[in-house]
């Protein structure tokens, strides 16, 4: 089917023109373009962390392609058309232009076709549905373009009807409008949301979970969190979330610290230590987060701004290998205290040291292996410990 252009984006974006994109486009031939996050990104003048593609050739033909030409390719979703190729070591997903025929709100049966359109209206929002050729050659066929100046972040069709086909949909909304919006959510978009709230319960943990932490990375997330919570969008899988002030906090401290907040940092601050364990297993946090999220919620020390360097070294010890995300959040517990700009600049510096004692030295000290020889050099790390690690 042929399609008129709409614009086309000049300069390319270097990730377009690079050496690998150019060998994987010469392979597939003239008929790929690229699709959805990076098109977007390009256009909001970003790097994208993912370059996909899209094209009217079957998965079967894609994969062969790749194969004689030497690039390994991989079936990571024959069923759905996606297939992703390692060129020179960077990775791109190409797939074949489908439409949908079933959904269920989770999965969707999808038939391939040749027709871009079709293939454009079957993605969530206006901003993720544009395509872009090899030469720069843009096309928008439900204003994504105008919607991501104007920071509108808006379904494609139906809001309603795009909800219905994938709830986790309604968790997107708000990820993407914490990057790409300005101003108030979309109506439309937002009671539509609203509407479908009972849905987010059929949703799999896993995908949840990444979209959650996708949005609280965001400078933005408190915002975005209160809406949600007065939608009624966080009642299943985040109940124990009542206010956001602890997360606005966090991040005014951070920026005055010139730091991140990362998102297991971000739902420290929204949690108490009983939270925790209830979370992680609603969120299938894996063991690591769930591990940094309990030290955080729950310090081994409090921190003292006005402590000597020994105290302080010794509380560095104790609070693991991240001290500085503890300095934050106590910080932002306590913001009018003096001296946690000083602390948290020390704690990044900090490197953890190595107890210097060891099982030979506990042997050389008369003790066998077994609950003697371990009481003992636990009573020696401890004297370490409060002596500042020397």
């Known amino acids: 089917m042929a399609d008129s252009p709409d614009f086309r984006l000049s300069p390319l974006p270097l990730w377009a023109a690079s050496a690998e994109t150019s060998a994987l486009l010469a392979c597939l031939g003239p008929h790929l373009r690229f699709v959805g996050g990076c098109v977007r990104d390009a256009l909001a003048g ?55 025929v079933a959904t269920d709100g989770r999965h969707a049966t999808v038939e391939f076709t040749d027709d871009w359109r079709l293939d454009a209206a079957r ?13 720069g050659t843009v096309f928008d066929y439900f204003g994504g373009r105008a919607d991501l100046a104007a920071g509108r972040v808006r379904f494609v069709g139906d809001a309603p009807a795009r909800i219905a086909e994938d709830y986790l949909r309604v968790l997107r909304l708000f ?18 949301c609203a509407a479908a709230a009972a849905g987010l319960k059929s949703l799999s943990a ?9 949005l609280l990375a965001g400078p933005n997330a408190p915002a975005m969190l209160d809406a949600m919570r007065e939608a009624g969008l966080l009642a299943f899988w985040l109940p124990e979330l009542r206010s956001t002030a602890a997360l606005v906090r966090l991040h005014a401290v951070a920026a005055q610290a010139r730091a991140r907040v990362d998102a297991v940092l971000a739902l420290a601050s929204l949690l108490s230590a009983a939270d925790v364990s209830p ?10 987060e ?20 020994q105290q302080r070294r010794a509380a560095f010890y104790r609070l693991g290998d991240d001290p500085a995300a503890h300095v934050l959040l106590q910080w932002s517990q306590a913001p009018d205290v003096a001296g946690f700009a000083a602390l948290h600049a020390a704690a990044r510096a900090w490197v953890r040291p190595k107890f210097p004692l060891s099982g030979e030295d506990a042997r050389a000290a008369g003790f066998e292996p077994g609950p003697a020889m371990g009481a003992w050099l636990k009573a020696r790390e401890e004297e370490w410990i409060e002596a500042g690690c020397p």
């Open 46 to 100: 970003t790097v994208p962390n993912d370059l996909d593609l899209a094209g009217p050739a079957r998965p079967e033909t894609v994969m062969a392609k790749l194969e004689a030409a030497g690039f390994k390719a991989i079936a990571t979703g024959i069923a759905h058309g996606t297939v992703t190729a390692i060129v020179r070591g960077r990775r791109f997903e190409i797939t074949t232009l489908r439409r949908d």
């Open 123 to 135: 993605r969530d929002f206006t901003i993720n549905a544009m395509s872009m050729d090899a030469d």
């Open 175 to 192: 990820r993407f409008h914490a990057r790409f919006g300005r101003g108030a959510i979309d109506a439309a978009a937002l009671g539509a």
């Open 206 to 214: 896993e995908r949840v979970h990444s979209e959650l932490f996708g």
């Open 279 to 288: 979370v992680a297993a609603r969120l299938r946090l894996s063991r690591a």
């Open 290 to 309: 769930t591990a940094r999220l309990q030290a955080l919620c729950a310090p081994a020390v409090r921190l003292d701004p006005a402590a000597a360097e």
